[in-house]
């Protein structure tokens, strides 16, 4: 019989297969091969480094709760947290790192910063993050709880900035009505612990993770409940965003909002964003049983995922899909200066390929990494 | 079935036609010359003998001269001074601009601008319904802000303003994150993907000029900021951020950018705003200047006389 997990190798080590062409694309041609432009000029990449980004800052956070705050029911979570971290994080790097026309002058950001710019500081930022992240989980392997917390203390402050960060990257941009508000900075911090404690679901109703089945159960229970919570929020906030650009009547603010409800792209919102991300998990997730049916809980837990992740490009493409000057389209045409985006089988192929490389490295790790092998809660 | 005319009065009449073509350009050479007919400025440097022909009439009879010519003799006079004095701006005539794309075209031929790179489209714009209708041009380069959204969001400083006012980017420098290009409201910068437009074409050696003849053309330095960068690889400016640098390789040789010197309705004006006798200065005193997206404080050096 084929196991969650198996299937699971088997579909990462597929993915890494059909990204092999767009590593390859990328790495030899260059930009050559990818459909945004320089209106519509971050993509799938940028999009889905923030939900990568967000699933690792999340999980960061996650993990405080058993490695920094001792909360017991989440005992022995926070090495599964802090794992499914690390695996994110680097994800998020290559797809950004792959969106620079330069990548190979990345190091500039380190030697030579602009610190006035979000985006060095979110460099350094990640950057440390990732060293925080690194000596916490070699910390957790050796055990040493005691010198875990005020590195888990660092990690977690630095989580919560990143996260704000990436919403004042977009929200500082002036020209962009739909990016330029103080909501964005605010929500992607919940936002990213909806992704981190979904992820958590997603790890506890598949795979265990706890092998006492009653605190397990209590678990997803509390997980199911606190993701409810987190997706009312959410959705709070897509009312919020959309609500206010209608009833407001800028011309922009109106547009982008009509793209992302009404646009071609529509059932990514309603269906999926909305319908398969909010309210199909929030309805099975508030039943009391689903708690006892953790595989469920765990699918639940996916579909949040999927749905933070179209989110995400609802935030980016819609926005810089509106002209900034009626005609400007028209005026000069040629390849890349269209308001139209489609992601190109190539970046499908980079995003799937590094879907695939996280998911991978996640179940090596859970299956081979003392961390997880010494471990007596371990459940296979 | 409809008389053939002879081939005789068909050269006549083309001859005519293009008799009246002539005078109706000399016409409207002349109109855009009086407009700015101004006195000859006494401390303009010496310009060289004009060329023989109809062409002098215009540019140095009497006490009056072309804006072309005056605007040259203020750039080499601003270029005399010490560059942080000086303050590049551009003045654009909606009123005189045609919609022709000469301005277009001569940026992507001097800057060599490979597919989808352009800095300086002419919007259309249109509005009314009939018969109360209007239409306009607007060519929009680079606004060379004075307060550039682009600068502060450049992680590593690849753009800024050079001592002049121009808002430049430094090739090398720029690691192609674009978020330049989402920081910019008018969509001024454009990314360079590395397309060249030869790729694709058919091949037909000795018959037709195909791909192995162009594209050595396209692969050949252009002289953005004074540096050569031949187009190869992936070296810079592929992979960059681009825009409109007010053809600062010319200006710096004492030349107008490109599309002044091609704008064949002297629509697009160029000067030192910080010298007071100078020809943009004036302009941008008239009660009819605007600029783009004023409201948001950018401060652009581009001006509209609307």
Redesign the interface.
């Given at each position: 019989m084929i196991t969650i997990k198996r299937a699971l190798y088997m579909l990462a080590v597929i993915a890494v297969v059909l990204g092999i062409y767009g590593f390859g694309s990328r790495l030899l041609?260059?930009?050559?091969d990818?459909n945004y432009?320089?209106?519509v000029?971050?993509g799938l990449w940028v999009a889905m480094y923030l939900f990568f980004a967000g699933m690792a800052a999340g999980s960061f956070m996650v993990a405080s709760l058993d490695y920094l705050f001792d909360v017991a029911l989440f005992r022995n979570t926070g090495k599964y947290a802090l794992w499914a971290s690390a695996v994110t994080l680097p994800g998020a790097l290559i797809l950004i790192g792959f969106?620079?026309?330069?990548?190979e002058?990345?190091w500039?950001?380190y030697l030579?910063?602009?610190f006035?710019?979000?985006?060095?500081q979110l460099?350094w930022s990640y950057s440390t993050f990732l060293v925080v992240s690194t000596v916490a989980l070699i910390l957790a392997i050796r055990g040493r709880r005691t010198a875990l917390k005020p590195v888990m203390a660092v990690g977690l402050a630095i989580a919560i900035f990143v996260s704000g960060g990436v919403g004042a990257?977009?929200g500082?941009?002036?020209?962009?009505v739909s990016?330029q508000n103080a909501m964005l900075p605010a929500q992607f911090p919940v936002l990213n612990l909806a992704s981190g404690i979904a992820l958590l679901l997603v790890m506890v109703g598949f795979f265990g993770v706890l092998a006492d089945a009653e605190r397990r159960t209590r678990l997803v229970r509390l997980l199911s409940l606190t993701l409810v919570v987190l997706l009312g929020v959410k959705a709070y906030f897509l009312w919020v965003d959309y609500s206010q650009a209608l009833y407001g009547q800028t011309q922009e603010a109106v547009a982008v909002a009509g793209q992302v409800l009404f646009g071609p792209y529509a059932w990514a919102f309603w269906i999926v964003q909305l319908g398969l991300g909010v309210v199909m998990p929030a309805m099975v997730l508030l039943v009391p049983s689903t708690s006892r049916r953790a595989p469920l809980a765990g699918l639940m837990g996916v579909f949040v995922l999927v749905g933070l992740a179209v989110g995400r490009t609802s935030i980016i493409f819609p926005a810089?899909a509106f002209?900034?000057?009626?005609?400007?389209t028209?005026?000069?045409t040629?390849?890349?200066?269209g308001l139209d985006y489609t992601p190109s089988l190539m970046e499908w192929s980079v995003t799937i390929g590094v879907l695939g490389l996280s998911t991978l490295a996640y179940l090596v790790g859970t299956d081979r990494l003392p961390l997880f092998s010494k471990s007596p809660e371990v459940a296979r | 079935m409809a008389e053939q005319e002879p081939l005789g009065s068909a050269a006549v009449s083309r001859r005519g036609f293009l008799h009246g073509l002539i005078g109706g350009a000399a016409a409207a050479s002349i109109a855009s010359y009086e407009v700015f007919a101004v006195e000859a400025d006494p401390t303009a440097p010496p310009q060289a003998a004009p060329a023989s022909g109809p062409a002098t009439a215009l540019s140095s009879g009497g006490d009056q001269v072309d804006v072309l010519e005056r605007m040259r003799a203020e750039l080499l006079r601003a270029l005399g001074k010490p560059a942080a004095e000086r303050r590049w701006v551009m003045v654009i005539d909606l009123r005189k601009c045609v919609g022709c794309h000469a301005c277009t075209i001569a940026c992507v031929a001097e800057n060599k601008l490979p597919p989808g790179v352009v800095y300086r489209p002419v919007i259309e714009e249109e509005w009314g319904t009939y018969p109360n209708v209007g239409r306009r041009f607007i060519p929009r380069p680079c606004m060379q802000c004075d307060k550039p959204p682009c600068v502060p969001v450049c992680p590593v400083n690849a753009t800024f303003k050079n001592e002049e006012g121009v808002v430049v980017v430094d090739y090398p420098q720029c690691i192609g994150c674009r978020a330049c290009l989402t920081a910019c409201p008018y969509s001024a910068r454009t990314a360079d993907f590395g397309l060249t437009y030869t790729q694709g074409t058919p091949v037909a050696a000795g018959l037709i000029a195909g791909r192995d003849t162009v594209a050595a053309y396209e692969k050949a330095a252009n002289f953005e900021y004074g540096t050569a960068r031949p187009r190869e690889g992936h070296e810079s400016p592929i992979g960059n951020a681009r825009k409109c640098h007010f053809c600062l390789h010319r200006v710096k040789a004492g030349e107008l950018p490109a599309c002044v010197t091609t704008c064949i309705g002297r629509a697009t004006l160029f000067g030192d705003a910080n010298d007071p006798t100078s020809l943009v200065t004036r302009l941008i005193a008239q009660p009819n200047v605007t600029r783009l997206k004023e409201e948001l404080g950018t401060e652009p050096r581009v001006y509209y006389l609307a």
């Open positions: 041609f260059g930009e050559r990818v432009g320089s209106y000029n971050w969106d620079l026309g330069h990548m002058r990345i500039k950001v030579q910063p602009n006035t710019s979000l985006l060095a460099v990257l977009l500082v941009n002036a020209a962009r990016f810089l002209p900034e000057f009626d005609g400007l028209d005026a000069f040629g390849p890349h200066l | -």
